[in-house]
C-alpha cells in the first residue's frame, strides 16, 4: 500500500537525532501511513535553508533555532512551528586536560557539579587575565542553541562574565573534539556522542553537564515550516503520533543495542556503537579513570519529554534578550512563546489515550524531585527540573527574570 | 564612471570546483578573487581582504561559524548579510540546488552582485554534471569489468562460448529483476567463495 503521506525531513548527525531516524528506520512512520524521507546536513544554516525553499517540511532543530527564525534574527527566516521535542539533557561541557588539571587543582571534583566546576574555573580565568595572557575559548554550535546559553547560564551564575572573560566560538559538533585536541579551544559544549568522543581520545575531560545545569531541560525540537503544517495538517498529526512511539521505543532500554547499531551506521553518525552507550545508559567516562552515572541525562520520552512546553520557549527568549540576541518587547515575547504548539502535539496524541500535560507552560525550576502530576487520562511525571543555582523560572513573570542584573550565586 | 570592481572571496574546500569558479569570475571581468579551501584562520582573512562578495558551498560545516562570525562586526568591519535574502524565490531555490551560497557587504546593490551568484550556480551545477558523468563512467568500467569476470567463470564452468555466457548472464538479470553487473557481481563472489583460487 502507498504511503498516505509523503514528508521530507533534514537532521544533523547529533545523537537526539534518534527519534526522527526510529521513526522511518523502525518502522513507526510507516505504521502512521507516512513515506518519511531523512537527509541529513552539515549545518543548522542548511538546515534553515532548505526549510524556507521547501526542500525540508520539517527538521531536526535546536529549541532556540525556530524562536530565532520568527523573531527574524536569521538570514532567509521563514515562519517555522515546534509541535515535538526531540528530547531533555544531552549534552556536557568538556574541557582540556590541561584545564582539568587547572581546575582540579582549584578544587573542582569529577562529580559534574557546575558549582563547585565554575568556581575553580573562575580561579583559572582570573589568573590568566591578571597575567595579561589571551582569554579563554570556549566553543558552542550555534548562537542560538540550548549550549550557548547554558554555558552562559552556567558561567554567570558562577561569577564569570562570558561576554567579557572568555571568547565564545562556533564550531560544528564533530569537530569538537578535534579543535580541543589541537589546543585551538579550551573547552566546549555540545552534545553526544562529542564529548565521550574526546574523553575516549583521551584528550577532554567533562567537566559537567546539562542534567546538571538545568535538570530536565529542553534541547532539541521538530522544527517545522508552519505553511507546510497549516496545509498538511492530517500528515503532521500522523507523524508525531509516529514519533510519539519512537520516541518511546528509544527511551526503552531493551533497545539500547539496537539504537545503538542503528544510530552508529555511516549514514546516521558513523560512529562505533560503544561510543553511544553514554548518551544511552547516562553513565559517563568523565576522563582519566573517572566515570559517574547521570540520573536523567538524556530523556528522548520519560518526563513529557517530547511536550512543546511554552515556558521552554519563553525561557530560550529571555536568554536572547540576555545576551543581546534580540530587544525585549510584548510582541517579541509573544512570537516567541507562540511557535512552540503544545496545541498541535495533544491534538495529534489524544486518539493514542497516553498521559498529557494539562497546562502549556510550567514554572521551570519548581520541582525538586520526580513529581507525579494530573493529566488528561494517564499518570505522568515530572521533574526534577531545577537549575543548580536554586533560581526559578515562572514564565508569568519574564519581566521580573529579566530585571535580575547580579546573576552570580553567593559564595561560600 | 569606472565602478572598482568588486573582491570577491571563494570558501570550498573542493580545490578543482574552487577553481572553476576562480575561472569564471575572472572571465567575467573580476579581478580580485580570492579562493580560500580551509576555514582555519578565516576571520584574519576576511579582514584582511575586506571581500564585497563571500561565496560558499552549502556541505561546508563551518557556515554555522561563519554566519556567526559576520553578524559580530567587530570581526569583520561591514556587517555582511547573506545575498539571498534579498533576492527573488528563483534565484534562492536555484542557488540551495546548486549547493551554494553568497554573502554580501550591507548595502551593496544587487544588480552588481546578481551576475556572480548566477555565474556561481551555472559553475556549481556545471561541476555537479561533471562529477556526476565521471563518476558514471568509472562504474560503468566497473560493471564491465566485472561481467566479463563472470563471463570467463561460465565459459570455464560450463564450458560455454562468450555470447553465450553474455546471453544467460543477462536472462538471469532480467528474470530476476536486477541489473546484470550485479547477477556478475553475485557470481563473482560466490565463486570466489567455493574456489579461492577462482576470484
Not at chain 1, 512546553?309 to 510582541?331: C, E, P
Not at chain 2, 569564471?24 to 571581500?51: S, Y
Not at chain 2, 555466457?165 to 529483476?177: F, G, H, I, V
Request: aromatic share 6%.
Amino acid at each position: 500500500m502507498a504511503a498516505e503521506h509523503q514528508i521530507n525531513a533534514g537532521f544533523i548527525p547529533l545523537f537526539d537525532s534518534a527519534v526522527l531516524v526510529a521513526a522511518r528506520e523502525i518502522g513507526f512512520a510507516a505504521r502512521e501511513g507516512v513515506d518519511l524521507t531523512l537527509s541529513r546536513e552539515t549545518s543548522w544554516a542548511n538546515i534553515r535553508d532548505r526549510i524556507a525553499i521547501g526542500h525540508f517540511d520539517l527538521a531536526h532543530m535546536l529549541g532556540p533555532m525556530p524562536i530565532a527564525c520568527n523573531l527574524g534574527l536569521t538570514p532567509l527566516a521563514s515562519d517555522t512551528i515546534v509541535p515535538f521535542s526531540l528530547g531533555l539533557g544531552g549534552n556536557c561541557v568538556t574541557v582540556s586536560n590541561t584545564l582539568w588539571t587547572g581546575m582540579a587543582a582549584h578544587g573542582a571534583l569529577p562529580d559534574l557539579d557546575p558549582a563547585r566546576a565554575g568556581k575553580a574555573l573562575g580561579v583559572l580565568i582570573r589568573e590568566r587575565a591578571n597575567a595579561g595572557r589571551e582569554p579563554m575559548r570556549f566553543a558552542v554550535v550555534h548562537p542560538h542553541s540550548g549550549h550557548n546559553y547554558e554555558l552562559r547560564y552556567w558561567l554567570a551564575a558562577c561569577g564569570i562574565d562570558p561576554s567579557r572573560e572568555i571568547e565564545i566560538v562556533i564550531v560544528p559538533p564533530p569537530f569538537m573534539a578535534d579543535a580541543l585536541a589541537a589546543g585551538r579551544i579550551d573547552g566546549y559544549c555540545v552534545g553526544e556522542p562529542w564529548n565521550s568522543a574526546s574523553v575516549v581520545a583521551g584528550t577532554g575531560h567533562i567537566a559537567t553537564v546539562k542534567a546538571a545545569i538545568w535538570k530536565t531541560s529542553p534541547e532539541k525540537v521538530v522544527g517545522v515550516r508552519k505553511a507546510w503544517a497549516e496545509k498538511h495538517p492530517e500528515a503532521l498529526s500522523a507523524l508525531l503520533r509516529a514519533l510519539h512511539h519512537s520516541a518511546r521505543w528509544c527511551q526503552d532500554p531493551a533497545n539500547r543495542g539496537e539504537l545503538a547499531a542503528l544510530m552508529a551506521q555511516p549514514s546516521f553518525l558513523g560512529v562505533s556503537p560503544a561510543l553511544l552507550m553514554p548518551i544511552l545508559t547516562g553513565h559517563l567516562a568523565l576522563g582519566g579513570v573517572a566515570e559517574l552515572s547521570v540520573e536523567d541525562f538524556f530523556l528522548p520520552f520519560g518526563k513529557a519529554a517530547n511536550f512543546p512546553w511554552k515556558s521552554h520557549a519563553l525561557w530560550f527568549y529571555t536568554q536572547m534578550v540576555r545576551w543581546g540576541q534580540v530587544k525585549h518587547s510584548a510582541a517579541h515575547m509573544a512570537l516567541a512563546r507562540d511557535t512552540y504548539r503544545p496545541d498541535l502535539y495533544r491534538a495529534a496524541l489524544k486518539p493514542l489515550g497516553v498521559a498529557l500535560p494539562g497546562a502549556n507552560a510550567k514554572v521551570e525550576g519548581a520541582l525538586t524531585a520526580a513529581t507525579p502530576v494530573g493529566s488528561a487520562g494517564a499518570s505522568l511525571v515530572l521533574g526534577p527540573d531545577g537549575f543548580f543555582d536554586g533560581r526559578i523560572f515562572d514564565p508569568d513573570r519574564i519581566d521580573d527574570y529579566l530585571a535580575i542584573r547580579d546573576w552570580a550565586m553567593p559564595t561560600g | 564612471m569606472i565602478r572598482k570592481s568588486l573582491t570577491v572571496l571563494v570558501i570550498d574546500e573542493n580545490h578543482i570546483r574552487a577553481s572553476i569558479i576562480e575561472a569564471g569570475l575572472r572571465e567575467a571581468g573580476h579581478e580580485q578573487v580570492t579562493v580560500v579551501h580551509d576555514v582555519a584562520g578565516i576571520a584574519r582573512r576576511i579582514a584582511e581582504i575586506e571581500p564585497d562578495v563571500i561565496v560558499i558551498d552549502l556541505e561546508n560545516p563551518n557556515r554555522d561559524m561563519l554566519e556567526n562570525m559576520f553578524q559580530l562586526s567587530r570581526v569583520v568591519k561591514r556587517p555582511i548579510a547573506m545575498f539571498v535574502d534579498r533576492s527573488d524565490q528563483a534565484s534562492i531555490e536555484a542557488a540551495v540546488e546548486a549547493g551554494v551560497s553568497a554573502y554580501v557587504v550591507d548595502g551593496l546593490r544587487q544588480e552588481r552582485v546578481k551576475p556572480i551568484l548566477d555565474m556561481a550556480i551555472s559553475r556549481f551545477n556545471a561541476f555537479s554534471r561533471m562529477a556526476r558523468e565521471l563518476e558514471e563512467a568509472r562504474s560503468e568500467l566497473e560493471d564491465r569489468k566485472v561481467i566479463d569476470r563472470a563471463k570467463g567463470i561460465l565459459m570455464r564452468s560450463r564450458g560455454l562460448s562468450e555470447d553465450a555466457a553474455y546471453t544467460l548472464l543477462r536472462k538471469t538479470a532480467m528474470n530476476q529483476n536486477r541489473k546484470i553487473s550485479e547477477i556478475a557481481q553475485s557470481l563473482v563472489t560466490a565463486a570466489g567463495l567455493l574456489d579461492p583460487g577462482e576470484s
